[in-house]
C-alpha cells in the first residue's frame, strides 16, 4: 500500500473515532400508531439526538408554527439556520427539558 493511501486511511480512521459515538436515534422512533410525533412532548435530549436531516426537518417545522402562531408569513433563512443551531446548542446542555420551552425561552431573550 503506498504511502498516501495509508495517511488517507489513517485520517479517515482518526474522523470515525473522533466523531460523536452515540447512535443517532431517527424521528420515526417516536411516533404514534398513526405515524404521527406530539411535537410538544419531545425533549431536547430527543432533538440532539436525532440525524441532522431530522433535526432541520423538525427546526423547520417548529419555525412555520411558531410563525403561524405569530400570523408573520415570512422566512428568514440565515436566521432560521442560526436559531436552529443556538436551539441544538441549548437542548445539548438541557437535555431533559422540552423543545418547545427550549424555544419559547431562546425566543425571550432573542430580543435582550
Not at 21 to 42: C, E, M, R
Not at 43 to 59: H, S
Not at 90 to 98: I, L, S
Request: net charge neutral.
Amino acid at each position: 500500500m503506498k504511502v498516501g493511501n495509508q495517511i488517507g486511511l489513517a485520517l479517515v480512521a482518526c474522523v470515525l473515532m473522533l466523531s460523536d459515538a452515540k447512535a443517532q436515534t431517527p424521528l420515526s422512533a417516536y411516533t404514534d400508531a398513526n405515524g404521527f410525533i406530539d411535537v410538544q412532548t419531545l425533549t431536547c435530549a430527543q432533538l440532539a439526538g436525532t440525524y441532522q436531516e431530522d433535526a432541520d426537518m423538525l427546526a423547520a417545522w417548529y419555525s412555520g408554527w411558531y410563525n403561524g402562531l405569530a400570523k408573520k408569513h415570512y422566512a428568514h433563512i440565515t436566521r432560521a439556520k442560526s436559531g436552529e443551531h443556538q436551539l441544538i446548542v441549548y437542548c445539548k446542555a438541557h437535555p431533559n427539558v422540552k423543545i418547545i420551552e427550549a424555544i419559547d425561552l431562546l425566543l425571550k431573550n432573542e430580543g435582550k
